[in-house]
């Protein structure tokens, strides 16, 4: 993975960082590519995208995709899967070592609630509801079910099959970053 020049975000006081590999304004704003590291057991929000549709890759290690408690897609290294815009899910590391959670978003507004949830953080003055209240600013609700979803849509392919679905600059920087 080329990950030169990749900005860090701390969207928790004392948390881990997110990774921005692709900032939207690199490319014209198409969309956005972040990674953050799952320790053993580990999860990420559970969120719902209004807006943006988000291919979850697994960078590192083994991916547990969940819809509320039900299994959508279980990512070994190298795989991806795309959640259409209005799908709640969680990603929870699976298996015996730590994993590398990479997250394609077009056309990227989530980007624009984390920065303020890092300059949150950096007052250390946040507390759950206004982290609710910012992600909510760009069509992005904590929530664990989702209304409806289509288990049909689901496929697990490898990463680079996808790079044809994603805008054409983002699978562009994309290449060179995560490629293999």
Known sequence: MNV???EALLLIPEG??????VPQASIGGAGTAMRFD???HGHNLPLLHHRETKLVVALEGLLDI???RRRIALLKEGEAVKLNPGFAHRIHQHGEVPSTVGAVL???VVEQAFRELAAAAVQNSYQRNDMI???ARYDVV???QSHEYDLESIRVLPFRDWLGDLPEA???ALESKWGK
């Open 142 to 144: 904590w929530a664990t």
């Open 66 to 68: 969940r819809a509320g």
């Open 106 to 108: 077009w056309p990227g």
């Open 16 to 21: 881990y960082p997110v990774w921005i590999d």
């Open 133 to 135: 209240e910012i992600l």
């Open 4 to 6: 030169d020049n990749s």
């Open 38 to 40: 799952l320790p053993l």
């Open 170 to 172: 983002l699978a562009k």
